[in-house]
């Protein structure tokens, strides 16, 4: 999976980051990867988000994971802008 979401990154004009985050209840042994490409040189590995560290029914915290999790069906949700 990671290999093909890099190779997909990689010839898309615009995309500045991918992830994939598997669920702590599905596997404890596999976290996922994030990448990022911040200054336009290539996608750097980033450390993913621990979600055990944030209260899961709480929708408002980490929306990419606890909205389609709490709905039990994929979300299209808005980009997140940071700067």
Excluded: C
């Amino acid at each position: 999976m990671e290999v093909f979401f890099g190779k997909v990154a990689r010839q898309t004009n615009g995309v500045l980051t991918y992830y994939y985050r598997i669920d702590p209840s599905v596997s404890d042994k596999v976290d996922g990867f994030w990448y990022v490409d911040a200054n336009g040189n290539g996608f750097v590995e980033h450390e993913v988000t621990d979600i055990t560290q944030y209260y899961i029914n709480d929708t408002t915290q980490l929306v990419w994971y606890t909205i389609p999790r709490a709905s039990q069906e994929a979300v299209w949700l808005p980009p997140v802008y940071h700067g």
